[in-house]
């Protein structure tokens, strides 16, 4: 028995040697083409069929290179990243990353440092606020490559039939939902993403600085939660108390907006840009075709500013310790270039600052049938639209933040209690 | 002629049996090795660290400060206070309708076959694919439950059914139960199926009714399947993580968040391994506890 006893001991012991030798192991060089593996959403943006078009295109143009494209929804994005990042070599080699990301990733060192393969007109012609999203202390860590915000639609139809003009304020925005009610137009006139996600933070976030707010004070302290936000969560109960927001916005993420908005059963909607081509254009998706408007999100009276919204850009990344980085940026380069930015931009507009004057202008806004909208209406709300804080913990703190709405919406906490316990979390993680 | 002399260390035969029954299973016991145990003593490492997910080796011991942490942390024990209305309202209300199902196929009425082999679609769907299709059930604007409840004059205007923390942990519970009530009606139906009709027959003869029989005579003999079916279910009702992650992603105001759901917040969206190996272990000792309280409380003596 104890020689059996010693033997389990060493086919233990070498089965331990033999799993860490295989993970140390380096992946066998294949022949014929390297292949690069690319983590994107299937959420705003490009559709996957488009984004498979612009890799069938880099890989026929490529013949070294071989790229593999993967989706998922954008709620999974953060958590897939993480988890394909513990292996090395890592899962992906490239992927998208959202601005509120980019802090963490650097700070665990995931993404490459990208500063100087960026040559000078690159770095001229893309927006500069672009690399603000993709840059951290200085150094860039990616192409931007999703310039988005969130835009007020409405719907037309309902508008006229209640006889209110477009709303310019969150005050007009109220009148006109409560006349839309009480003619039975519609039973919730405004519909929101207030789930427990971070699309509650974006609507939160637009109409936070609408009413004079700020995220962060200049010191980097949380104030969210002084007046104007606990002003701002309060509106934010009333409009479901009195019947006016869709109680269901508690669990809806961006996508249930655009499909209560698309079947006619809100009036009013704050959404990304890919939602005007398939609510306002496309019959398949859509039963409000021809009836959707587009204009700046409304702001609070009195708050000093005629429009806020939100900054959801997104960047796309290589990973530092891919084996492929050269072929990796290759993609990245392509896919965020600006004749692809500019063929795909029914549902994404581009980075690329020239487009945006003069005949480029004249000739973006004719590439296809929403472009004639979404161009002026890009370039009359990005000069309101504010970014999250940059830190490495914003994950965590945006699970705090999150609940703390919920937990005003639901009538938990009030809204003071809710915002100064989601500003203690805050401060917890910032001295860890 | 002599007797040939043994040599002194040659084996025994139990000696040998023993060696090449090693042989022979040590290919299980590499498997088991490397898919089982190994993650679980890796895992037990981790909890008493503060390894980040970014570098998941090993890393800054901490003893049981993870330990300490949670179960003096009041989001811990509200997620454990709602796994464990989670598991046993959905195990009772499976237990019972699974219950009423095997009964109702056991006495054969007609179409009985059908009923057995339809039972099987609810159990045979993936969580995830079964949460996702309750997830449209459930939706505010054009779910078919709606539908239903307002066609059939129930209520008189749709409701946000998942903004509300309690009804929503509740329709969570529902979706489970479709799910899981088939396995355990399957379970039970087959040890019905073993009972002999003699002893039932006999009851009935001597005057004993319908509830008479089922308590004396099935239920005692049922007892080892139930346990069997509820030890399984309540170890899987208590884990349960994807079907929460589909309907509600432990929303509204974390009404839906259970212990395994803060074990994925806590390792993969913080990206605290170490806290989310600590959370993993606190579970292992809860479902533990409540496997040894069934076998005290079925698998008695008088049982064997």
Redesign the interface.
């Known amino acids: 028995?104890r020689a059996?006893s010693r033997?389990?001991f060493v086919?233990?012991l070498l089965?331990?040697v033999v799993?860490s030798a295989a993970g140390c192991a380096s992946p066998q060089q294949a022949s014929g083409p390297k292949v690069v593996k690319v983590l994107a959403m299937q959420q705003a943006g490009p559709t996957p069929e488009e984004m498979n078009a612009i890799v069938a295109k880099f890989n026929q143009s490529s013949p070294n290179v071989k790229v593999e494209i993967e989706y998922v929804s954008y709620?999974a994005l953060?958590?897939k990243i993480?988890?394909a990042?513990?292996t090395n070599p890592p899962s992906y080699d490239v992927v998208l990353v959202d601005d509120i990301w980019y802090a963490?990733f650097v700070k665990?060192?995931?993404l490459w440092d990208v500063t100087d393969k960026i040559d000078q007109n690159t770095k001229q012609e893309v927006f500069s606020t672009a690399w603000d999203i993709t840059s951290v202390n200085g150094r860039i860590y990616g192409m931007p490559w999703l310039l988005d915000q969130k835009y007020f639609y409405y719907n037309t139809e309902i508008l006229e039939k209640a006889g209110v003009d477009v709303p310019q304020t969150w005050e007009d925005l109220i009148e006109a939902s409560r006349k839309i009610k009480e003619m039975g137009l519609v039973?919730y006139p405004i519909v929101w993403s207030w789930?427990?996600?971070e699309a509650a933070i974006c609507d939160f976030v637009a109409l936070l600085y609408g009413n004079g707010g700020t995220f962060v004070d200049s010191n980097g302290n949380p104030a969210f939660n002084n007046e104007k936000g606990v002003q701002v969560v309060e509106w934010m109960v009333k409009t479901v108390d009195e019947g006016l927001s869709?109680?269901?916005?508690?669990?809806y993420v961006e996508e249930?907006v655009r499909?209560?908005f698309s079947?006619g059963?809100a009036a009013f909607a704050l959404n990304w840009l890919y939602m005007y081509d398939l609510a306002a254009l496309n019959p398949d998706e859509s039963q409000v075709v021809g009836k959707v408007g587009l204009g700046l999100v409304p702001a609070f009276k009195g708050s000093g500013v005629p429009s806020a919204t939100i900054n959801g850009s997104m960047g796309f990344s290589v990973i530092d310790k891919s084996p492929n980085r050269e072929e990796a940026w290759e993609y990245v380069k392509f896919l965020t270039s600006e004749p692809i930015q500019k063929e795909y931009s029914a549902h994404l507009l581009p980075v690329w600052s020239g487009n945006y004057e003069g005949q480029a202008l004249e000739e973006l806004k004719s590439l296809n049938e929403s472009n004639p909208v979404t161009v002026p209406a890009f370039s009359a709300q990005i000069v309101y639209a504010h970014v999250r804080p940059k830190v490495p913990f914003y994950?965590?703190f945006s699970?705090a933040l999150?609940?703390a709405l919920?937990?005003a919406?639901?009538k938990?906490k009030s809204p003071a209690q809710a915002l100064n316990d989601a500003a203690a979390k805050w401060n917890e993680l910032a001295t860890k | 002629m002599s007797i040939p002399a043994v040599k002194p260390n040659a084996m025994t035969l139990t000696q040998q049996r023993?060696?090449d029954g090693?042989w022979l299973i040590?290919p299980g016991?590499?498997v088991i090795?490397?898919i089982t145990l190994?993650p679980i003593i890796y895992t037990f490492v981790l909890s008493f660290t503060e390894t980040?997910?970014?570098?998941?080796a090993p890393q800054g011991f901490v003893g049981f400060r993870n330990y300490l942490y949670f179960l003096s942390n009041p989001v811990f024990w509200a997620a454990i206070r709602r796994t464990l209305y989670f598991t046993v309202v959905s195990v009772g209300a499976e237990l019972i309708l699974g219950m009423g199902l095997a009964l109702l196929i056991h006495a054969r009425p007609f179409g009985w076959q059908f009923l057995r082999t339809s039972l099987i679609i609810p159990w045979a769907i993936p969580t995830i694919v079964n949460g996702a299709m309750w997830r449209w059930i459930y939706?505010?604007?054009?779910g078919a439950l709606n539908g239903l409840l307002y066609q059939l004059g129930i209520i008189d205007?749709?409701r946000?059914w998942?903004?509300?923390?309690v009804t929503?942990m509740n329709l969570v519970i529902v979706a489970d139960i479709w799910h899981s009530v088939p396995f355990i009606a399957l379970i039970l139906q087959a040890a019905l199926a073993t009972i002999p009709r003699e002893l039932e027959e006999a009851a009935a003869v001597d005057g004993a009714n319908v509830w008479q029989r089922f308590w004396k005579i099935r239920f005692p003999l049922l007892q080892p399947a139930i346990l069997v079916a509820l030890v399984i279910r309540t170890v899987e009702a208590f884990r349960v993580f994807d079907i929460i992650y589909v309907i509600?992603?432990?929303?509204?105001?974390?009404?839906t968040v259970t212990i395994s759901y803060l074990t994925y917040?806590e390792s993969?969206?913080?990206?605290r391994l170490g806290g989310g190996a600590a959370l993993s272990f606190l579970i292992s000792a809860f479902t533990l506890i409540m496997a040894l309280l069934y076998i005290r409380l079925l698998y008695r003596e008088d049982l064997r």
């Open positions: 028995m059996v033997l389990v086919v233990v089965a331990l799993m709620d953060h958590d993480v988890t990042m513990a963490e665990n060192g995931y039973e789930a427990q996600a869709n109680p269901a916005s508690i669990s249930d499909n209560v079947q059963k994950p965590e699970k999150q609940l919920q937990e919406l639901t938990q | 023993l060696r090693f040590l016991l590499l090795f490397g190994f980040p997910i970014s570098n998941p939706n505010a604007d054009y205007r749709y946000a998942l903004s509300e923390p929503a509600t992603q432990g929303g509204p105001a974390f009404g917040l993969f969206s913080y990206g």
